[in-house]
């Protein structure tokens, strides 16, 4: 497969694995709303979702144009299938409680804020300005997930342990944002994107900092999930995701809303 | 400040903050079903100014001597009422527009005069959530229009909102004056600015121009224009159906209620977990100081 793969078709994909994890986890945010613990969650989980919905309309938008079928991003968001999705897994995992949502959130932003930071000089323009406008946004998200994940870990017993609980459901995702194929050698090698793996002693570094000062232990398995941003495997969680937010698109086709 | 002033507002204050809190739930219930990314982002944009606005609201109530915490307690066991239009469901997309455009903008005609409210606080909450319902209304009619003039589906679903949702945005502005029990006193005080009576009639006015401009068949068949007073006649809302939402017996009062006790008492942990970091963070740097 690998030497089928044109320069574009890579770029397509590298482009719906941005915005389809986006969606996903901007999608996973939206739940929340008027269910937070506070009301300053219920306005900052909203904000979260608004900006991740917001670059997905970036991402997903280039990735139409770089796909020449006259598609939208509403097109690719609506009306592809779970084997057509790329995103990681662990976006696509459900909420359950508000220390898995945040737990998950911070997993997920610590990657985000690393890999935008490399975009931001990539060599393709427009990734570079997506990655330089978007980058901000993470920046804060990222700087309020961990500030939970600190502040909840090292608060009460209970929250600590339902914050253990909710690193450890989790963990066995998180190798998957490190993984490389063709598609990521491809982008290395146009200059557009790091590879991921490249990535991983940065992130490390990262979550080990936030998580020990939120008295967290780090699992001690280092297995991980797979499939997600290839499109080989996904979680059955994304199928009912799909059944909720595309409903009205698939059941009234070529209605503009 | 007089008691019963004071008492009368912390009822006013906080029933309005409750009613953002829970008018969340409606809207909420189909962020995640909202057919494009533009239309999910207005939504989520809306619904996050509803907790913001009762945000702000809970501060007014706080310059009361009330905590937010208080007047929570009070949503959840039902000791304090907020708004019966958020008792009925949101059924199909166009309840999106049709929330927006009616209860949004039956909202406003409630609130505008409020900027002129006689408790400072509450009158300066009102100008920033004022502006921000306008912006409100104008994006449901606009969700109205999309549906009313689109296909045969989406104008089935605009009429079927449109006539679920009438009746309730004419009760929410509130019994007819002769009935209603806390008006005059309001009036007296200046908390309360306008008659129930006249401000429905101003939203019958404003209103029925905008269903015949967007093609859509009047809800009420007693809506007739009235040559003589200049304004249209309409039919009164059956007020027993009112009461009934009112004593709980609304379609989802249950539901609303429980979603808001859920919400509260899942995020005690969390609650709990950040005011004992909160603490143990002010000790240390007490200690290192
Ligand atoms: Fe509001
Ligand atoms: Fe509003």
């Known amino acids: 497969m690998a030497q089928d793969l044109t320069a574009d078709q890579a770029l397509f994909q590298f482009l719906l694995r941005m915005g389809d994890n986006t969606l996903i986890l901007g999608h996973r945010v939206s739940e929340w709303c008027g269910h937070a613990p506070v009301l300053e969650e219920d306005i900052a989980l909203a904000n979260t979702a608004l900006d991740l919905i917001g670059q997905t309309q970036m991402w997903l938008g280039l990735a139409a144009e770089v796909q020449g079928e006259e598609k939208s991003a509403d097109d690719l968001a609506f009306l592809r299938d779970v084997w057509e999705f790329r995103n990681v897994l662990l976006v696509e995992v459900p909420n359950e409680d508000f220390g898995r949502t945040l737990m998950r959130q911070f997993l997920f932003d610590a990657w985000h804020s690393i890999q935008l930071g490399h975009l931001m000089t990539s060599s393709n323009a427009r990734i570079a300005a997506i990655a330089a406008k978007t980058s901000k946004e993470v920046a804060c998200h990222l700087e309020r997930s961990a500030d939970t994940v600190v502040g909840l870990g090292d608060g009460t017993e209970q929250s600590h342990d339902y914050m253990q609980a909710a690193l450890d459901y989790p963990w066995p995702y998180v190798g998957e944002m490190f993984s490389s194929d063709a598609v990521d050698a491809a982008m290395v090698q146009a200059g557009i994107a790091p590879d991921p793996a490249a990535l991983r002693g940065e992130y490390d570094a990262l979550i080990t900092r936030v998580l020990t000062e939120a008295t967290l232990t780090l699992p001690e398995s280092s297995f991980g999930h797979k499939g997600g941003r290839t499109g080989a495997m996904h979680t059955e969680h994304l199928g009912h995701l799909l059944t909720q937010m595309q409903w009205l698109q698939r059941a009234y086709p070529g209605a503009s809303w | ?289």
């Open chain 2, 1 to 289: 400040m007089p008691a019963g002033y004071r008492k009368t507002l912390i009822r006013q204050i906080g029933q309005h903050a409750h009613s953002e809190i829970v008018g969340q739930l409606p809207e909420g219930n189909w962020i995640t079903r909202a057919p494009t990314l533009e239309r999910k982002a207005i939504l989520l944009a809306k619904v996050q100014d509803e907790a913001g606005h009762g945000l702000y609201l809970y501060c007014a109530a706080e310059t009361l001597g009330v905590s937010r915490d208080e007047l929570t307690e009070k949503l959840l066991d039902g000791r304090m009422k907020y708004s019966s239009i958020f008792n009925y469901p949101t059924l199909n997309w166009a309840d999106m527009g049709a929330v927006g455009w009616l209860v949004d903008g039956a909202a406003i005609l409630n609130q505008v005069p409020l900027q002129r409210t006689s408790f400072g606080p509450y009158a300066r909450a009102m100008v920033r959530v004022c502006k921000e319902e306008s912006f409100h209304a104008r994006q449901g009619f606009d969700v109205m229009r999309k549906m009313a003039t689109g296909t045969p589906a989406q104008q089935k679903m605009a009429q079927d909102a449109l006539n679920r949702l009438w009746f309730p945005a004419l009760m929410m502005f509130g019994p007819s004056d002769a009935e209603s029990t806390h008006s005059e006193q309001s009036m007296a005080w200046k908390i309360k600015m306008n008659s129930n009576d006249e401000l429905r009639q101003k939203f019958v006015d404003q209103t029925v121009p905008q269903i015949e401009f967007l093609g859509l068949e009047l809800p009420d068949a007693g809506i007739k224009w009235n040559e003589a007073r200049g304004s249209y006649d309409y039919s009164d809302p059956d007020w027993s159906k009112f009461f009934d939402v009112i004593q709980g017996n609304g379609p989802c009062n249950v539901d609303r209620l429980a979603a808001r006790n859920k919400a509260w008492k899942d995020g005690a942990w969390v609650r709990d977990g950040l005011l004992a970091h909160a603490r143990k963070k002010a000790a240390r740097k007490h200690a290192a100081e």
